[in-house]
């Protein structure tokens, strides 16, 4: 490890002052890596790894403002020097506030750039070596802020950003209590709202990945009617002997196809552990892209921690086939059809992502035995209902025509902002480029004008299966009154409003803990072995062969001639027997006995 040298990040859109710096950090030992665009930086700083930026400012894309607030959360202690023709002392100031550590103005003297540099390494070399690890009876502790990691009992903790921010925070003030607020301040910045249970929600998700692998000691100790408090002796630093891992969540994918009944490729993705959760997909993907998106992946770790995801690109998008014309409701539900029927799995849970909710609503409707549970993801059941969201939906066709294949992106920008006000300038421009490397503009505008015609809301009622239904407050793609109408049209469907203004919930806001944690629940049973029929009294088993024939309570009473009260007693027996409740518990209760 001695010899290994220094990594340097140079983002400079000049190439030839880029490449000056390079050669004088080369010559002085240390391994530079060139960026020229404010997103390329981004990526460098996350894949690089390097030990000190030298940023500039006024770069295409992102700036180097920007470049600084996402460095200073992924890379706290990394130093940062600015160089800039910027030199006002306004400038100067702001940057040295958001975080830089050191600015030069241009034009500048090599000598002094390469010594601030290695200045700026000495500091964080000393900064380093004080870290502190923390050793805590029954196994080991030990967190790195630098590299993000954890290591509990000798072994890898995989923490999100947002888990191990909480953690970090937690332990700076050990043996201190903290109140939910102050929590919620330092982790997601802003004021917690009323009733908000995002603190609550995250702390659950740590302690099962750092209290459960650390043995019997509890780190996180709830403090009731305050908050929280970190417990642990702080012992002296000493190199780590496990090396570090990369984050949890899904390590591959496996991606496959099937095809359509009109002949289409469909490909299809698998991922993650658990029962199986199949996904009705949205207007836009790619399943590679997504992959590796800033947007979509913290979907794919953490779901894919308790379910299997299977998921797709449609007819037209990704890597299913492009060369296709018909994008009807009816063309969709064959494809989701045909990759329920290639995955291979029996019963599944079914999520109606975004425009994926008609044949979401439909394969449901048609297969009730393949789907033990519904879910809706800020979807809807019919896309078009009023005059209004008729001109809307023209307006986006024609932009679309006009901007969608076009190197810039700013006619893509358009849905992006709709999509994810509240992201960063990274997240955005990975949307803008998912719009142009997953459809073609003409799919995209006939895909969009097909989509609009589905509408599954006659369907609804006749839904009986559990259903949750999630959906932000303040979704500027689909209103939230589309899925307060999938709540209240399905009987016993269940809605949980996400206090977000983000058609796709980003991983650091406070509504994205709140969503896994509604859907881990939500999912859970699909995890457990189905209910037996064997406890069942043969009364029991008779009341339920009738109810599986459709008899009514009043008529299965005729039938046996018992009171109906009485049927309904043995109907409530065999529930709790059988582990059943809510209003689909008649018909699993049927479906149970039919199995045996």
């Keep these: 490890m001695g010899d290994e040298r220094m990594k340097i ?4 859109d000049d190439d030839s002052t880029a490449e000056v710096i390079a050669f004088h950090m080369r010559a002085a030992g240390l391994e530079p890596t060139v960026a020229t665009d404010g997103l390329a930086g981004l990526r460098a700083l996350r ?15 992102v700036d180097g403002w920007h470049i600084i607030r996402q460095a200073r959360e992924w890379a706290p202690r990394v130093p940062i020097i600015v160089v800039t023709a910027r030199t006002n002392e306004h400038d ?19 000598r ?27 196994g080991e502790l030990s967190i790195d802020p630098e590299r993000m990691s954890v290591i509990v009992a000798g072994r890898p903790a995989d923490l999100t950003p947002l888990e191990f921010k909480l953690l970090w925070t937690l332990a700076e003030g050990r043996d201190r209590a903290m109140s939910r607020d102050e929590i919620f301040r330092r982790v997601w910045g802003g004021e917690r709202g009323h009733g908000d249970r995002s603190v609550d929600v995250l702390v659950r998700r740590l302690r099962r990945k750092v209290d459960e692998v650390g043995g019997s000691f509890t780190y996180i100790q709830t403090l009731h009617g305050v908050g929280y408090r970190f417990v642990g002796e702080v012992a002296e630093p000493a190199a780590p002997e496990v090396p570090v891992e990369e984050p949890a969540g899904p390590r591959s994918q496996e991606i496959r196809y099937c095809c359509s009944e009109d002949g289409v490729r469909i490909a299809y993705a698998v991922s993650g552990t658990g029962p199986p959760m199949l996904v009705s997909t949205c207007w836009l993907s790619h399943l590679q892209h997504d992959w590796e998106s800033p947007v979509w992946r913290h979907f794919l770790e953490d779901i894919g921690r308790f379910v299997t995801i299977i998921r797709y690109d449609e007819r037209g998008y990704g890597l299913s086939d492009w060369d296709v014309t018909d994008f009807s409701l009816e063309a969709r539900v064959g494809d989701l059809e045909a990759v329920a029927e290639d995955a291979g799995f029996e019963r599944f849970a079914l999520m109606g992502m975004a425009q994926g909710g008609p044949p979401a609503i439909a394969y449901a409707s048609r297969h009730p035995d393949r789907v033990t549970r519904l879910l809706f993801y800020d979807s809807y059941s019919a896309a078009v209902d009023n005059a209004e969201d008729e001109e809307e939906l023209a307006a986006f066709v024609q932009l679309i025509k006009v901007g969608w294949g076009r190197p810039q992106h700013h006619f893509r920008r358009v849905f992006t902002s709709m999509m994810i006000p509240g992201a960063t300038e990274e997240q955005m421009l990975w949307l803008d480029e998912l719009q142009r490397v997953a459809a073609s503009a003409t799919t995209a505008s006939t895909a969009l004008w097909e989509r609009s015609k589905a509408d599954c809301s006659d369907l609804l009622p006749g839904l009986d299966v559990p259903t949750l239904v999630l959906h932000s407050l303040r979704d500027q793609m689909n209103d939230f009154e589309q899925g307060r109408h999938l709540a209240t049209a399905i009987r016993g469907a269940r809605l949980v409003p996400l206090d977000s203004d983000n058609h796709i919930l980003l991983g650091d806001e406070p509504a994205w803990p709140v969503f896994v944690d509604e859907v881990r629940a939500f999912v859970a049973p699909d995890g457990t072995p189905a209910p037996q029929a064997d406890g069942l009294s043969p009364r029991e088993r008779e009341v339920l062969a009738l109810v599986a024939e ?45 199995r045996t």
């Design 92 to 110: 100067r100031v702001e940057v040295l506030s958001l975080g830089a550590d050191d600015v030069m103005a241009k034009p500048f003297s090599m």
């Design 112 to 138: 002094e750039l390469l010594a601030r540099v290695t200045a700026a390494l000495r500091r964080t070399a000393v900064e380093n070596a004080r870290s502190e690890r923390l050793p805590v009876s029954e």
């Design 47 to 61: 894949s690089a790894s390097p030990d000190a930026v030298v940023l500039d400012l006024m770069l295409p894309g």
């Design 9 to 12: 990040l140079i983002v400079e």
């Design 550 to 594: 459709g008899r009514s309570n009043d008529e299965i009473a005729a039938e046996l001639s018992l009171s109906v009260r009485t049927v309904e007693r043995h109907l409530a027996n065999s529930y709790t027997k059988l582990g059943l409740h809510g209003p689909s518990a008649r018909a699993a209760a049927a479906a149970t006995l039919a």
